[in-house]
């Protein structure tokens, strides 16, 4: 009903960090010495950013097509009646925190791959 709505407010939290590192970062030009090894963090959290947005619209456009969201208010149809409310965020708390959980983990096994991948390349271009 409105399990989307906990990957879109992840997505909102990690929007504001990586703009926030963004604007760090542009304040200060350091350069870590290993960062020839590794992805910088900021595009790690766009990717995160990215996947948890595209999840959420997906499926919002899915509880719309089923009729679950609603363009009048209180736009979500569990809203009406106190006991799908209580079904919608028991939904929340168990669907939607495990499917963000389950993107920010394939988000972090990309990191980690991205990483191996950029260190693996980097030392053959130094041993060559």
Avoid: Y
């Avoid at 995160?48 to 736009?75: I, K, Q, R, T, Y």
Wanted: proline share 3%; charged share 15%.
């Amino acid at each position: 009903m409105a399990c989307f709505l906990v990957s879109a407010t992840e997505a909102v939290v990690v929007t504001a960090i990586e703009k926030g590192m963004g604007a760090k970062a542009a304040q200060s030009n350091e350069v870590a010495e290993d960062a020839a090894f590794k992805v910088p963090i900021r595009s790690k959290l766009k990717w995160l950013s990215n996947m948890l947005w595209g999840g959420s619209v997906l499926l919002a456009f899915e509880h719309v097509w089923h009729g679950e969201v609603v363009p009048w208010f209180p736009f979500l149809t569990a809203m009406n009646d106190p006991g799908d409310t209580a079904e919608m965020l028991h939904e929340m708390a168990t669907v939607g925190v495990s499917m963000a959980a389950l993107i920010t983990l394939v988000w972090v096994a990309m990191c980690l791959t991205a990483d191996a991948i950029a260190k693996r390349t980097n030392g053959n271009k130094t041993k060559a």
